[in-house]
């Protein structure tokens, strides 16, 4: 076996010789407690005190002026570019290398997806491909950003913070501003994730979480919408909770809302992890900073570092290998012997539904695509 070195080294650092897993949920606090609290209430669906108390939780954390529980965070992509105004037609930017939520999250408004490349240093959007894609393909006008080739308007960009690394977001602020672009963060893997101090999904217009099970913290299934507009967050509780108007016994609707509430009980489990997260950010750190010094040694495989002016959750750790080929033979191996390692994924471009999209010519995407392979990052008892 090529990989037997790798292997061994997991295997220890996990001190688990028969299965490391890549990611598991880990209950260390008060869990069983607030959810005793939401049965024995009888409060465990979409309202309780969970509910409000984990969108002020979440907001304080990260600093933004508002945030709206949300079913899921696909979902809380989709609330955000509705929220964003965009229309059927419309041309949305993000990158090819992320999870389908983002680009299914774009289809669910009936817009286009377009993928420009992603940035060598943090395996997220470049802001530097997209203002190339915008100078060759766009031209603003005096209601907004338009495609020339086809007419039609583009309203967003959508970066994705990649395993929890943050993209260079504040180029992204300056360049949403000159081109008249909504900016909507995917920062589903990245609670926890800071750039220059500030934390990701308060940067742009609107931020997305996730909280499912395979994520830093869990609520079991979950979502978060951020804010520093209050007035658009509370457009955001107002359509996600079937834009009822409030009354104590009037049922009176006043748009087309959406049942995108969170349950008091997932809620509650979400307070509970929160409490945990400085602890489970520096555990995921120490073993971040064990892979960084095993792998600085390998002539042949890289570690994917943290990028410069950020600091990362470390949600998932993520090696490069020379090629596909090693990529291929590193997966079996792994996976094979108790070690479960996954590819990064399938670049959007490559899936039937997207593969007519417009895209740039994806050097960094293809070449990540190739050779990242992440490996297990969960909490380390
Ligand atoms: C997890 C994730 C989401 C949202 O996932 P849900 O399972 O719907 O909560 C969105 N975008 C990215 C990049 C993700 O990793």
Same mark, same amino acid.
Not at 304 to 314: A, L, Y
């Given at each position: ?9 997991? *295997? ?13 949920? /880990?209950? +260390? ?109 766009? =031209? ?48 589903? =893997? ?26 830093? /913290? ?43 509430? +969170? ?29 960084? =010094? ?7 495989? *890289? ?63 293809? +070449? ?6 992440? /490996? ?6």
């Amino acid at each position: 076996m090529k990989y037997i070195e790798e292997i061994n080294f997991i *295997k220890k650092l996990y001190r688990n010789d028969e299965h490391v897993m890549l990611h598991a949920p /880990i209950f +260390m606090g008060n869990e069983k407690k607030y959810l005793d609290d939401c049965i024995d209430t009888t409060f465990v669906s979409s309202v309780g005190q969970y509910v409000d108390r984990f969108e002020k939780d979440i907001s304080s954390y990260t600093g933004a002026t508002r945030a709206v529980v949300c079913v899921n965070g696909t979902m809380a992509l989709f609330m955000a570019l509705k929220l964003c105004e965009v229309k059927p037609d419309d041309e949305i930017i993000t990158q090819p290398l992320t999870f389908i939520a983002t680009a299914n999250a774009i289809a669910y408004c009936n817009a286009q997806p377009v993928f420009c490349d992603v940035d060598e240093e943090t395996m997220g959007l470049s802001s530097r491909a997209v203002r190339k894609w915008l100078e060759e393909n766009a =031209e603003l006008r005096a209601d907004g950003c338009f495609d020339k080739k086809n007419g039609r308007r583009i309203s967003a960009v959508v970066p994705m913070h990649t395993f929890g690394n943050p993209v260079k977001i504040d180029d992204f602020v300056k360049l949403c501003e000159e081109w008249k672009l909504a900016l909507v963060e995917d920062a589903a =893997e990245s609670i926890g994730s800071f750039y220059k101090g500030r934390h990701t999904g308060t940067f742009g217009k609107v931020g997305c979480m996730s909280f499912n099970g395979n994520k830093t /913290i869990t609520c079991g299934g979950g979502g978060m919408v951020l804010f520093m507009d209050s007035e658009l967050g509370e457009k955001a509780k107002h359509l996600t909770t079937q834009a009822k108007i409030p009354h104590r016994w009037e049922f009176r609707h006043d748009a087309i809302g959406y049942n995108l509430r +969170m349950p008091n009980v997932n809620a509650a489990l979400g307070c509970a992890q929160l409490e945990c997260i400085d602890k489970i950010l520096a555990n995921k750190r120490e073993t971040a900073m064990a892979y960084r =010094e095993y792998f600085s040694n390998s002539k042949e495989i *890289k570690y994917f570092d943290e990028p410069k002016d950020c600091k990362s959750n470390f949600w998932f750790n993520s090696i490069l290998l020379p090629n596909k080929k090693a990529q291929q033979e590193f997966l079996e191996e792994t996976n094979d012997n108790g070690v479960q390692t996954r590819p990064i994924w399938e670049l959007m471009n490559r899936l039937p539904m997207y593969k007519n999209c417009q895209c740039d010519d994806l050097k960094n995407a293809i +070449m990540f695509a190739d050779r990242v392979v992440n /490996i297990p990052s969960g909490y380390r008892k």
